[in-house]
């Protein structure tokens, strides 16, 4: 089993529509919780950030963690067509070095 | 502020060849860590380097090598290429250590293929 598991779609939704991205993930230390952004042939572009549990918005973004479920989302409201991209959840621990354990990526297109 | 930058952009090499591929780190960061992401999946951990030092390594082979300069810049080797070496390596930064700001900024990635 995975670490971190993330559907990876494709997912297509119409412009306008609000977008919900999610991940689980097995190991009860993640603490850091993070949000990418990657187009093709790119490198990751980091979205939202979080520690712990609770929400955090950003413009049209919401991230959500809710550790008791080892559950996390990211909402986009209002998408447009430049949020198609592929969508990376990321995980850390506190401990020692910043490795990232990252989900698949969720291929999502926004159909103008 | 200059961003991650990467270099060379895309490489073709052969089965059994070695390659060096370079990382400048984000001005003011000290820690680079390299990414592994083949087609379709997410990146996947190699090492990082803290101030010169190794600082942890992930579940790969002692022919992936890496180094880091004075300068934070780093290099990231591979001894005896494999076709699944064939990859997108990314090198990220981040500046360890101070408090809220140790989230991973990357680079755009060398586009390895091994044939």
């Known amino acids: 089993q995975k670490e971190v598991e993330q559907d990876p779609g494709p997912l297509s939704v119409p412009e306008g529509a609000i977008v919900s991205l999610n991940c689980t993930y097995s190991n009860s230390a993640f603490q850091y919780f993070m949000w990418y952004r990657q187009y093709s042939r790119k490198g990751p572009e980091l979205l939202m950030y979080t520690y712990s549990s609770g929400n955090k918005e950003d413009g049209r973004f919401t991230a959500q963690v809710d550790k008791s479920s080892k559950y996390i989302s990211l909402f986009i409201r209002d998408s447009q067509p430049s949020d198609s991209a592929t969508y990376l959840c990321a995980m850390r621990t506190n401990f020692g070095n910043e490795k990232l354990t990252f989900g698949t990526g969720t291929r999502l297109t926004i159909i103008p | 502020e200059t961003g991650v930058t990467q270099s060379p952009t895309h490489l073709i090499k052969t089965r059994g060849q070695q390659v060096t591929l370079r990382c400048s780190s984000q001005?003011?960061?000290?820690?680079v860590s390299w990414y592994q992401q083949a087609l379709g999946q997410g990146p996947q951990f190699i090492f990082q380097?803290?101030?010169?030092?190794?600082?942890g390594r992930g579940n790969f082979p002692p022919r992936f090598s890496g180094l880091q300069f004075p300068n934070y810049s780093s290099e990231l080797n591979v001894n005896a290429l494999e076709l699944d070496d064939s990859a997108l390596y990314l090198c990220?930064?981040?500046?360890?250590?101070?408090?809220?700001?140790?989230?991973?900024?990357f680079g755009p990635g060398t586009r390895l293929t091994v044939l």
């Open positions: 001005s003011g960061h000290n820690t």
């Open positions: 990220a930064s981040s500046d360890a250590g101070t408090s809220g700001t140790d989230t991973q900024y």
């Open positions: 380097y803290y101030r010169e030092e190794e600082n």
